[in-house]
Protein backbone atom coordinates (compact mmCIF):
# COMPACT_ATOMS: atom_id res chain seq x y z
CA UNK A 1 0.00 0.00 0.00
CA UNK A 2 2.01 2.89 -1.45
CA UNK A 3 -1.12 5.26 -0.43
CA UNK A 4 -2.36 5.96 3.38
CA UNK A 5 -4.97 8.42 2.34
CA UNK A 6 -6.20 8.94 -1.36
CA UNK A 7 -8.80 11.75 -2.01
CA UNK A 8 -10.37 11.61 -5.62
CA UNK A 9 -12.03 14.20 -7.18
CA UNK A 10 -13.45 15.08 -3.81
CA UNK A 11 -15.83 18.31 -3.71
CA UNK A 12 -17.49 19.89 -0.84
CA UNK A 13 -19.68 22.94 -1.02
CA UNK A 14 -20.73 25.42 1.91
CA UNK A 15 -23.07 28.85 1.51
CA UNK A 16 -19.86 30.89 0.95
CA UNK A 17 -16.83 28.33 0.59
CA UNK A 18 -16.12 25.55 -1.33
CA UNK A 19 -13.17 22.85 -1.18
CA UNK A 20 -13.21 22.28 -5.02
CA UNK A 21 -12.22 18.70 -6.83
CA UNK A 22 -9.30 18.02 -4.83
CA UNK A 23 -7.11 14.98 -5.88
CA UNK A 24 -4.78 14.05 -2.83
CA UNK A 25 -2.25 11.25 -1.96
CA UNK A 26 -0.45 10.55 1.28
CA UNK A 27 2.23 8.35 1.26
CA UNK A 28 2.59 5.89 3.60
CA UNK A 29 5.94 6.17 6.04
CA UNK A 30 6.36 9.84 5.22
CA UNK A 31 5.29 13.18 7.06
CA UNK A 32 3.51 14.99 4.80
CA UNK A 33 2.82 18.91 5.29
CA UNK A 34 -0.28 20.47 4.84
CA UNK A 35 -0.34 24.18 4.04
CA UNK A 36 -2.36 27.14 3.50
CA UNK A 37 -3.56 29.77 5.30
CA UNK A 38 -6.45 30.19 8.12
CA UNK A 39 -9.72 29.26 5.93
CA UNK A 40 -7.72 28.23 2.97
CA UNK A 41 -9.68 24.58 3.09
CA UNK A 42 -7.55 22.47 5.25
CA UNK A 43 -9.88 21.46 8.27
CA UNK A 44 -12.83 20.80 5.82
CA UNK A 45 -10.47 18.53 3.76
CA UNK A 46 -8.96 16.75 7.23
CA UNK A 47 -12.51 16.36 8.27
CA UNK A 48 -13.23 14.61 4.99
CA UNK A 49 -10.40 12.32 5.68
CA UNK A 50 -11.87 11.65 9.30
CA UNK A 51 -16.02 11.03 7.65
CA UNK A 52 -16.78 14.02 10.12
CA UNK A 53 -17.71 15.85 6.92
CA UNK A 54 -18.95 13.66 3.87
CA UNK A 55 -17.84 15.10 0.68
CA UNK A 56 -20.48 16.43 -1.94
CA UNK A 57 -18.33 14.54 -4.68
CA UNK A 58 -15.93 12.38 -5.17
CA UNK A 59 -14.12 9.56 -3.57
CA UNK A 60 -12.20 9.29 0.19
CA UNK A 61 -10.02 6.10 0.74
CA UNK A 62 -8.29 5.34 3.94
CA UNK A 63 -5.70 2.54 3.77
CA UNK A 64 -7.48 1.41 0.78
CA UNK A 65 -10.77 1.11 2.55
CA UNK A 66 -14.26 2.97 2.10
CA UNK A 67 -15.47 4.71 5.25
CA UNK A 68 -19.06 3.34 4.27
CA UNK A 69 -18.45 -0.20 5.37
CA UNK A 70 -15.15 -0.22 6.73
CA UNK A 71 -15.33 3.17 9.18
CA UNK A 72 -14.68 1.45 12.49
CA UNK A 73 -11.53 -0.47 11.47
CA UNK A 74 -10.29 2.96 9.93
CA UNK A 75 -10.53 5.12 12.89
CA UNK A 76 -9.01 2.89 14.90
CA UNK A 77 -5.80 2.75 12.72
CA UNK A 78 -5.84 6.88 13.31
CA UNK A 79 -4.35 8.86 15.69
CA UNK A 80 -6.17 12.75 15.93
CA UNK A 81 -4.45 15.83 17.28
CA UNK A 82 -6.12 18.96 17.03
CA UNK A 83 -5.58 22.59 17.71
CA UNK A 84 -8.37 22.57 20.65
CA UNK A 85 -8.99 20.46 23.31
CA UNK A 86 -11.79 17.77 22.35
CA UNK A 87 -11.65 16.15 25.55
CA UNK A 88 -14.08 17.01 28.19
CA UNK A 89 -12.49 19.47 30.22
CA UNK A 90 -13.58 18.85 33.61
CA UNK A 91 -12.70 14.99 33.80
CA UNK A 92 -8.84 14.63 34.48
CA UNK A 93 -6.43 12.58 32.36
CA UNK A 94 -6.65 9.45 34.05
CA UNK A 95 -10.73 9.24 33.91
CA UNK A 96 -10.18 10.33 29.87
CA UNK A 97 -7.54 7.42 29.70
CA UNK A 98 -10.59 4.93 31.27
CA UNK A 99 -13.19 5.99 28.84
CA UNK A 100 -10.91 6.22 25.68
CA UNK A 101 -8.70 2.96 25.40
CA UNK A 102 -11.65 0.40 25.16
CA UNK A 103 -12.32 1.64 21.88
CA UNK A 104 -8.95 0.33 20.88
CA UNK A 105 -7.90 -3.07 20.35
CA UNK A 106 -4.47 -1.54 20.64
CA UNK A 107 -4.56 0.15 23.09
CA UNK A 108 -0.63 0.09 25.40
CA UNK A 109 -1.11 1.23 29.22
CA UNK A 110 2.36 0.95 29.24
CA UNK A 111 3.04 3.14 26.54
CA UNK A 112 0.61 5.83 27.51
CA UNK A 113 2.40 5.84 30.74
CA UNK A 114 5.53 6.60 29.16
CA UNK A 115 4.00 9.30 27.22
CA UNK A 116 2.72 10.90 30.47
CA UNK A 117 5.69 10.65 32.17
CA UNK A 118 7.78 12.15 29.55
CA UNK A 119 5.61 15.37 29.14
CA UNK A 120 5.48 15.74 32.88
CA UNK A 121 1.69 15.56 32.65
CA UNK A 122 -0.83 15.10 35.62
CA UNK A 123 -3.00 12.36 35.94
CA UNK A 124 -5.30 13.34 38.33
CA UNK A 125 -5.86 16.99 37.37
CA UNK A 126 -8.66 18.67 35.33
CA UNK A 127 -8.08 19.05 31.87
CA UNK A 128 -9.43 22.65 32.17
CA UNK A 129 -6.17 23.57 34.40
CA UNK A 130 -3.88 22.43 31.96
CA UNK A 131 -2.41 25.08 29.49
CA UNK A 132 -2.26 25.08 25.86
CA UNK A 133 1.11 23.09 25.99
CA UNK A 134 -0.19 20.68 28.75
CA UNK A 135 -3.59 20.08 26.54
CA UNK A 136 -1.25 19.10 23.25
CA UNK A 137 0.70 17.26 25.59
CA UNK A 138 -2.52 14.92 26.62
CA UNK A 139 -3.81 14.56 22.96
CA UNK A 140 -0.30 13.44 21.78
CA UNK A 141 -0.02 10.60 24.70
CA UNK A 142 -3.34 9.63 23.88
CA UNK A 143 -3.24 9.65 19.98
CA UNK A 144 0.00 7.66 20.24
CA UNK A 145 -0.97 5.22 22.53
CA UNK A 146 -2.84 2.68 20.39
CA UNK A 147 0.19 2.41 18.02
CA UNK A 148 -1.75 4.27 15.19
CA UNK A 149 -0.74 4.18 11.40
CA UNK A 150 -1.62 7.31 10.37
CA UNK A 151 -1.17 10.28 13.01
CA UNK A 152 -3.66 13.41 11.50
CA UNK A 153 -2.52 16.81 13.31
CA UNK A 154 -4.97 19.83 12.24
CA UNK A 155 -2.88 22.87 13.12
CA UNK A 156 -1.19 21.25 16.19
CA UNK A 157 1.43 24.26 17.00
CA UNK A 158 -1.12 27.25 16.40
CA UNK A 159 -0.49 28.87 20.00
CA UNK A 160 2.52 27.45 21.04
CA UNK A 161 5.43 28.87 22.03
CA UNK A 162 8.68 27.98 19.71
CA UNK A 163 9.94 25.94 22.60
CA UNK A 164 7.58 23.14 22.44
CA UNK A 165 6.70 23.69 18.78
CA UNK A 166 10.65 22.43 18.77
CA UNK A 167 9.70 19.73 20.92
CA UNK A 168 6.91 18.35 19.41
CA UNK A 169 9.21 18.06 15.69
CA UNK A 170 11.90 16.32 17.88
CA UNK A 171 8.94 13.55 18.80
CA UNK A 172 7.70 13.58 15.36
CA UNK A 173 11.30 12.63 13.99
CA UNK A 174 12.57 10.24 16.63
CA UNK A 175 8.78 7.95 16.61
CA UNK A 176 9.05 7.95 12.86
CA UNK A 177 12.52 6.34 12.57
CA UNK A 178 10.75 2.61 12.75
CA UNK A 179 9.11 3.47 8.59
CA UNK A 180 5.67 2.23 10.29
CA UNK A 181 3.93 5.82 10.71
CA UNK A 182 2.37 7.61 8.19
CA UNK A 183 2.11 11.69 9.63
CA UNK A 184 -0.20 14.10 8.00
CA UNK A 185 0.26 17.56 9.75
CA UNK A 186 -2.03 20.39 8.83
CA UNK A 187 -0.18 24.14 9.58
CA UNK A 188 -0.04 27.73 8.74
CA UNK A 189 2.96 28.18 10.50
CA UNK A 190 5.60 26.66 7.86
CA UNK A 191 8.34 26.81 9.78
CA UNK A 192 7.67 23.81 11.75
CA UNK A 193 7.51 21.55 8.56
CA UNK A 194 11.29 22.57 7.55
CA UNK A 195 13.20 19.86 9.26
CA UNK A 196 10.60 16.98 9.48
CA UNK A 197 8.55 17.76 6.39
CA UNK A 198 9.05 15.06 3.04
CA UNK A 199 5.72 16.20 1.37
CA UNK A 200 4.01 19.40 1.21
CA UNK A 201 0.55 19.98 0.15
CA UNK A 202 -0.47 23.40 -0.69
CA UNK A 203 -4.25 24.10 -0.44
CA UNK A 204 -5.38 27.75 -1.56
CA UNK A 205 -9.26 29.02 -1.26
CA UNK A 206 -10.18 25.02 -1.31
CA UNK A 207 -8.17 24.07 -4.40
CA UNK A 208 -4.96 22.01 -4.81
CA UNK A 209 -1.88 24.28 -5.73
CA UNK A 210 0.65 21.47 -5.21
CA UNK A 211 1.62 18.17 -3.76
CA UNK A 212 5.13 17.38 -4.11
CA UNK A 213 8.37 16.69 -2.44
CA UNK A 214 10.40 18.56 -0.44
CA UNK A 215 13.16 18.35 -2.79
CA UNK A 216 10.65 19.44 -5.77
CA UNK A 217 9.70 22.54 -3.85
CA UNK A 218 13.37 23.58 -3.35
CA UNK A 219 14.24 22.60 -6.95
CA UNK A 220 11.58 24.34 -8.33
CA UNK A 221 10.04 27.16 -6.50
CA UNK A 222 12.33 30.28 -5.99
CA UNK A 223 12.80 33.91 -5.66
CA UNK A 224 13.80 36.13 -8.41
CA UNK A 225 15.21 39.58 -8.27
CA UNK A 226 16.06 42.59 -10.84
CA UNK A 227 15.57 45.47 -12.34
CA UNK A 228 12.12 46.74 -13.98
CA UNK A 229 13.72 46.68 -16.88
CA UNK A 230 13.86 43.00 -17.59
CA UNK A 231 10.28 42.51 -17.13
CA UNK A 232 8.24 42.64 -20.55
CA UNK A 233 5.56 40.05 -21.25
CA UNK A 234 7.36 37.44 -22.33
CA UNK A 235 10.02 37.44 -19.70
CA UNK A 236 6.98 37.85 -16.90
CA UNK A 237 5.68 34.10 -18.33
CA UNK A 238 8.55 32.51 -15.91
CA UNK A 239 6.56 33.79 -12.89
CA UNK A 240 3.29 32.85 -11.14
CA UNK A 241 3.17 36.38 -9.05
CA UNK A 242 5.73 39.23 -9.52
CA UNK A 243 5.45 42.57 -7.23
CA UNK A 244 7.42 45.74 -8.45
CA UNK A 245 8.78 48.80 -6.36
CA UNK A 246 10.61 51.65 -7.35
CA UNK A 247 13.96 49.71 -6.71
CA UNK A 248 13.23 46.73 -8.61
CA UNK A 249 10.93 43.41 -8.87
CA UNK A 250 11.06 40.31 -6.77
CA UNK A 251 9.07 37.63 -8.24
CA UNK A 252 8.34 33.77 -7.29
CA UNK A 253 8.74 31.53 -10.15
CA UNK A 254 7.39 27.56 -10.07
CA UNK A 255 9.94 26.79 -12.71
CA UNK A 256 13.79 27.74 -11.23
CA UNK A 257 15.74 26.13 -14.50
CA UNK A 258 13.09 28.42 -17.21
CA UNK A 259 14.28 31.38 -14.97
CA UNK A 260 17.71 30.87 -14.97
CA UNK A 261 17.98 30.33 -18.64
CA UNK A 262 15.86 33.47 -19.53
CA UNK A 263 17.51 35.59 -17.05
CA UNK A 264 20.90 34.11 -16.48
CA UNK A 265 23.21 36.32 -14.23
CA UNK A 266 21.38 39.62 -15.09
CA UNK A 267 19.01 38.51 -11.90
CA UNK A 268 19.66 37.26 -8.39
CA UNK A 269 18.00 34.09 -7.82
CA UNK A 270 17.10 32.44 -4.43
CA UNK A 271 15.55 29.62 -2.79
CA UNK A 272 11.78 30.20 -2.03
CA UNK A 273 10.75 29.21 1.57
CA UNK A 274 7.42 27.85 2.31
CA UNK A 275 5.97 31.18 3.49
CA UNK A 276 7.36 33.14 0.74
CA UNK A 277 5.65 30.27 -1.93
CA UNK A 278 2.13 31.25 0.21
CA UNK A 279 3.04 35.06 0.38
CA UNK A 280 3.13 35.51 -3.43
CA UNK A 281 0.66 32.33 -4.71
CA UNK A 282 -1.99 34.30 -2.48
CA UNK A 283 -2.28 37.30 -5.05
CA UNK A 284 -0.80 35.34 -8.07
CA UNK A 285 -1.86 33.16 -10.24
CA UNK A 286 -1.16 29.34 -9.67
CA UNK A 287 -1.15 25.84 -11.67
CA UNK A 288 -3.04 22.92 -10.34
Known amino acids: MENVVELKNVTKKFKDFSVENINLQVKQGFVTGFIGANGAGKSTTIKMMMNLLKPDAGKVNVFGLDYRTHEKEIKERIGFVYDDNVFYEALNLKDIKRIIAPAYKRWDNSLFYQYVERFELPLNKALKKFSKGMQMKASLAIALSHHPELLIMDEPTSGLDPIFRRELMNLLQEIMMDGKLTVFFSTHITTDLDRIADYIVFIQKGKLVFNQSIDEVAEN ?34 NRKAAESIFGDSVIIEPASLEDIMYYLKGGIYHV
Open 221 to 254: YALVKGGIDLLDTDTEKAFVHVHRAATGFEALTD
